[in-house]
Nanobody, 126 residues
Framework: HVQLVESGGGSVQAGGSLRLSCAASSTTFNTYCMGWIRQVPGKDREGVAVMGPRGGNANYAASVKGRFSISQDSASNALYLQMDNLKPEDTAMYYC????????????????????WGQGTQVTVS
């Protein structure tokens, strides 16, 4: 079982920025595809970004491409989601997610791809 702990959510005005963090073990970053999923109550979950092991390839949803950036810091065992130029439609609960890597690029943003989930952190843009 992989433990994922998010932090960094909050409230911000449109056009502002937030950085979400996800703490995990070092082995997770070496052997898992990791990403971020968001959900608004009453709506389907939406894949936001995914990254390969050891900071490999990244893939983004069209709705956030150019505004959000996913990254890893192996020294601190943390996954980040830098969110710039935030819009009200970015308001959601954001979950850090992981799926064991089986080779190849980590591309899928489908929520069902990921077996490991954090508890979520709320982002509100007004």
């Amino acid at each position: 079982h992989v433990q994922l702990v998010e932090s960094g959510g909050g409230s911000v005005q449109a056009g502002g920025s937030l950085r979400l963090s996800c703490a995990a073990s070092s082995t997770t970053f070496n052997t898992y595809c990791m990403g971020w999923i968001r959900q608004v109550p009453g709506k389907d979950r939406e894949g936001v970004a995914v990254m390969g092991p050891r900071g490999g390839n990244a893939n983004y949803a069209a709705s956030v491409k150019g505004r959000f950036s996913i990254s890893q810091d192996s020294a601190s065992n943390a996954l980040y989601l830098q969110m710039d130029n935030l819009k009200p439609e970015d308001t959601a609960m954001y979950y850090c997610v992981a799926q064991r890597w089986h080779g190849g690029a980590c591309i899928s943003l489908g929520p069902s791809t990921f077996s490991e989930w954090g508890q979520g952190t709320q982002v509100t843009v007004s």
